[in-house]
């Protein structure tokens, strides 16, 4: 059974920083890519970064800079390093994985597997 559960989230001061942390099966892990998604109240769900199978990332302009995804195929684990937090940053974030080899990454609905997501408050 594929599953992928993330941690890591939590309440931060802006300018601070948080590593959310996504454990993936085997299955998963050899997909074409894995992602990070966000989504806040009253908002669809959008892409935060993804890293394809060739180790290209991919980040929304929102977050180039100060976010990173990386990955530890050993671990089948997927990391987001956030740095500079804002409060425009809150928002519930999903790890997503399965990705088609000749499907864009940028839109949710092309991944097959989802986390349950995990909570990043950013005060001001």
């Known amino acids: 059974q594929v599953q992928l559960v993330e941690s890591g989230g939590g309440l931060v001061q802006a300018g601070g920083s948080l590593r959310l942390s996504c454990a993936t099966s085997?299955?998963?892990?050899?997909?074409?890519?894995t992602a990070w998604f966000r989504q806040a109240p009253g908002q669809e769900r959008s892409l935060v970064a993804a890293?394809?199978?060739?180790?290209?990332?991919y980040y929304s302009d929102s977050v180039k800079g100060r976010f990173s995804i990386s990955r530890d195929n050993a671990k089948n684990t997927l990391f987001l390093q956030m740095n500079s937090l804002e409060p425009e940053d809150t928002a519930v974030y999903y790890c997503?994985?399965?990705?088609?080899?000749?499907?864009?990454?940028?839109?949710?609905?092309?991944?097959?597997?989802w986390g349950q997501g995990t909570q990043v408050t950013v005060s001001s």
């Open positions: 997503a994985g399965g990705l088609g080899y000749l499907s864009s990454y940028r839109f949710s609905g092309n991944y097959n597997y």
């Open positions: 890293i394809r199978s060739n180790d290209n990332t």
């Open positions: 085997g299955r998963t892990a050899s997909s074409a890519g």
